[in-house]
């Protein structure tokens, strides 16, 4: 499962890390990095079904487009979902441009995505890596708005915020949701009777 920046009690809060850093506290900057590389790198890479260079790219430009935004950024504002809003944009780019295929390809490489199945479940008995196999191929097959919803969730995000992310109504959000569900479970259950 993908981690979830963790604050701990003696952690500096994300809107002093960026005062710190704009007053030129460069390791500020660090701080904030490491606190959030990891959840928005599998955001993207989940959302650009595996994809690794694209998704490595993504990454880069999000984190430049970031400081150069910095100095606008509002604390009022969680900063994990300000960050995923350009990388969402960024990749609403991607998949926008005309040289670009909407067609779903298999994950060059997987990622660790679900933890154990449910036990009364006919995906109980796949092996782990083809559990993840087959759960990537299947998150892979959902439209890019389904994906989003889903990963942001995984990253514990709210689906209030998912919708304001979305430009979107959250009952639009809440039936992305359902049918990313569907489909996994059916995509699931079918590789569990194989």
């Known amino acids: 499962m993908a981690q979830r920046p963790v604050m701990s009690e003696g952690t500096v809060p994300d809107h002093e890390l960026i005062a ?18 990891l959840p928005l790198y599998a955001f993207l890479n989940g959302l650009v079904a595996g994809r690794r260079a694209v998704a490595d790219d993504l990454f880069q430009q999000t984190w430049i487009r970031a400081l150069d935004a910095l100095p606008g950024y509002r604390h009022e504002s969680r900063f994990f979902p300000w960050l995923v809003r350009i990388a969402h944009n960024l990749a609403m780019d991607f998949f926008r441009a005309p040289a670009q295929s909407r067609r779903v390809e298999a994950p060059e490489e997987l990622e660790t995505i679900a933890g154990p199945a449910a036990e009364s479940e006919p995906w109980e008995g796949l092996a782990s890596d083809e559990f993840r196999a ?3 191929l299947a998150i892979a097959q959902l439209s890019v708005e389904q994906r989003e919803v889903l990963l942001l969730r995984r990253q514990g995000m709210p689906f209030k915020e998912i919708a304001r992310l979305q430009d979107t109504g959250i009952n639009t959000v809440l039936g992305r949701m359902h049918y990313a569900i569907t489909h996994l479970r059916r995509q699931l259950w079918a590789s569990g009777e194989e």
């Open 134 to 136: 087959t759960l990537e």
């Open 20 to 37: 710190r850093y704009l007053a030129g506290e460069e390791t500020a900057f660090e701080q904030l990095y490491h606190r959030y590389r």
